[in-house]
């Protein structure tokens, strides 16, 4: 089992800038891949970020790409996701979740987090 807890949600205007955290506790960490996801009042929950077990690779939804950068550190069992330039549409709640390959946490994770809140205000 791997337990996901975000942080770093909240209220922030357009073209600020907010830095989610996803602390993982349980199974080793360092072998998971990892992603975010997103879902906005009455829509589907959607991909936004996704990061290979070693960091070398990184893939992104086009809504957010060249604005959110996804990160990870192993020795602190740590994901982040970096948004700048927010946008009022960007805003929803925010789920961690940890998937065994890159194609697991992008399409079916594993684990998910329960979430984090965060509004961008126009």
């Known amino acids: 089992q791997v337990q996901l807890v975000e942080s770093g949600g909240g209220l922030v205007q357009a073209g600020g800038s907010l830095r989610l955290s996803c602390a993982a506790s349980?199974?080793?960490?360092?072998?998971?891949?990892m992603g975010w996801f997103r879902q906005a009042p009455g829509k589907e929950r959607e991909f936004v970020a996704a990061?290979?077990?070693?960091?070398?690779?990184?893939y992104y939804a086009d809504s957010v790409k060249g604005r959110f950068t996804i990160s990870r550190d192993n020795a602190k069992n740590t994901v982040y996701l970096q948004m700048n330039s927010l946008k009022p549409e960007d805003t929803a709640v925010y789920y961690c979740?940890?998937?065994?390959?890159?194609?697991?946490?992008?399409?079916?994770?594993?684990?998910w987090g329960q979430g984090t809140q965060v509004t961008v205000s126009s």
């Open positions: 349980g199974r080793t960490f360092s072998s998971y891949a």
């Open positions: 990061i290979s077990w070693s960091g070398g690779s990184t």
């Open positions: 979740a940890a998937g065994e390959t890159i194609v697991v946490v992008t399409t079916t994770p594993d684990y």
